[in-house]
């Protein structure tokens, strides 16, 4: 019933246009190659194959992926001032922000339960955390959060948008899209919390229940120094896990009747540029084994163009 829709985004603000096109396009630039230097560090050092950083390599080709979905078309409309976008391309844009963010909240759901098992079972570690067992975890948490989205869309494709075409919003998310809706969103709703609470209350659930042994047994670790090299090996993923769920469940997990632009917009800034900006400089920034094998991997590259 419609051949697309117009993104209002900061359309309303004229004269902050191009600073935020600046702003946007350094905190772009710097959540790729952030991520990236994570991707490649990973990849080319062999001490780092391990559980933990297999699923740190992912994380960032998710942060990646979830921000390239946005801030690209989000560039172009502040540069261009041109505010459409086809049907769909909106309905894909949508799906994969949803998809992401799921599988952002599985994968961080794996990182706990890696690090549950890392402090709370060390003896059995390389047994329960084997390379077939990440494996299996890795594609489980990008599997189901492809598939668990496929609904929304498939509902949301068949609303009437017969009041307005515009959306406030600066990219094609759930909630303005139901909003604009004039037909009944009541199913959608439904599926959404249904979603919300089976999956992502879960992820949320049972990471909050690995920390909770964590805490017990790094607590029970009799050296201060001890203690202290065990919870930083969590306190990272801590971090990332409460900006990240906080801030979906004050966007999502709400009526559309309580819908407000400015507080929305506000909140999908957060998690689509704080949290992949963050993840880069909260994991490695007093991660030793990262850090040395940066170096070593630096070294080596600066001297082979040296040579060459």
């Not at 964590?214 to 120094?225: G, V």
């Amino acid at each position: 019933n419609v051949s697309g829709f117009i993104i209002q985004g900061f359309s309303d603000s004229p004269e902050l246009q191009l600073p935020l096109f600046v702003l946007f396009l350094i905190i772009y630039l710097c959540i790729v190659i952030g991520n990236f230097i994570i991707f490649l560090v990973i990849l080319l050092s062999s001490d780092l194959h391990t559980p933990m950083y297999k699923f740190l390599q992912n994380l960032s080709i998710i942060d990646i992926s979830f921000t390239s979905n946005v801030l690209p078309g989000l560039l172009h409309r502040l540069i261009t001032k041109q505010n459409n976008i086809a049907f769909f391309r909106c309905m894909a844009q949508m799906y994969l922000c949803t998809s992401l963010a799921c599988n952002e909240f599985f994968l961080l759901t794996a990182m706990a339960y890696d690090r549950y098992v890392a402090i709370c079972d060390p003896l059995h570690y390389i047994t329960r955390m084997s390379e077939q067992t990440c494996a299996w975890l890795i594609s489980t948490s990008y599997c189901v959060g492809f598939v668990c989205c496929t609904g929304h869309v498939v509902l949301i494709s068949k609303l009437l948008y017969c009041n307005s075409h515009v959306i406030d919003h600066f990219f094609c998310d759930l909630v303005p899209l139901l909003k604009l809706s004039c037909s009944d969103t009541f199913n959608v709703e439904i599926l959404t919390y249904v979603i919300g609470t089976l999956l992502t209350f879960n992820s949320f659930l049972l990471t909050l229940i690995s920390y909770i042994y964590i805490i017990s047994t790094i607590l029970k670790i009799q050296s201060t120094h001890g203690r202290q090299k065990a919870f930083s090996t969590c306190a990272s993923h801590l971090t990332c896990v409460i900006i990240l769920y906080m801030t979906l469940i004050c966007l999502y997990m709400r009526p559309t009747t309580s819908y407000s632009m400015r507080r929305d917009k506000f909140f999908s800034l957060l998690y689509i540029v704080l949290v992949p900006l963050l993840n880069p400089l909260i994991y490695t920034l007093k991660n030793k084994e990262f850090l040395t094998a940066f170096k070593t991997l630096r070294k080596t590259v600066s001297s082979d163009i040296f040579l060459f």
